[in-house]
């Protein structure tokens, strides 16, 4: 049976954590399937709707090289490993949810920024927002 195992990768170090994570959840599993999902959004308010995806283009291109050297570890070790940068045209968190029941996640595995109540409420978290609206378990890493 494959586990199939996303992490949420924003290039922070929780988010070097959850990957680091994917090998004890898998350790077992005889087939191991990781996507790393990255969510690319333009910052900042754009004007026209063209400029804007393709903004979000150029980041989720530059996001997946980021992701090449640990998709190289996780193959050399037996892992089938896909990399996704995604355009965000909705939020982090939905972004997420929708991919990993798209392709049928056994296990989300993201960081945790550690922001206060306040902060969280204002700015909202990506975290938390998977955390509610995922079909399948999560982990966070903190």
């Known amino acids: 049976m494959t ?11 929780w988010s070097h954590k959850a990957l680091e994570e994917v090998r004890n959840q898998a350790v077992n599993a005889p087939d191991k399937e990781v996507h790393i999902v990255q969510v690319a959004n333009s910052a900042g308010p754009v004007t026209y709707a063209a400029v804007q995806k393709e903004m979000g283009k150029e980041l989720a291109a530059s996001l997946e090289d980021k992701m090449e050297e640990t ?10 490993v896909i990399t996704k940068g995604l355009v965000g045209e909705k939020n982090a968190g939905a972004a997420i949810c929708e991919y990993a029941e798209e392709h049928g996640m056994d296990l989300i595995i993201i ?15 990506v975290s938390n927002s998977v955390v509610q609206n ?9």
Do not use: H, Q
Request: proline content about 2%; charged content about 25%; hydrophobic content about 35%.
């Open 134 to 142: 995922a079909t399948c378990p999560v982990l966070v890493m903190k």
């Open 111 to 125: 960081g945790n920024r550690g922001l206060g109540s306040v902060k969280r409420l204002f700015l909202g978290s």
């Open 71 to 80: 998709k190289k570890e996780l193959t050399e070790e037996n892992y089938t």
């Open 3 to 13: 586990v199939k195992i996303l992490v949420a990768y924003d290039g922070s170090e």
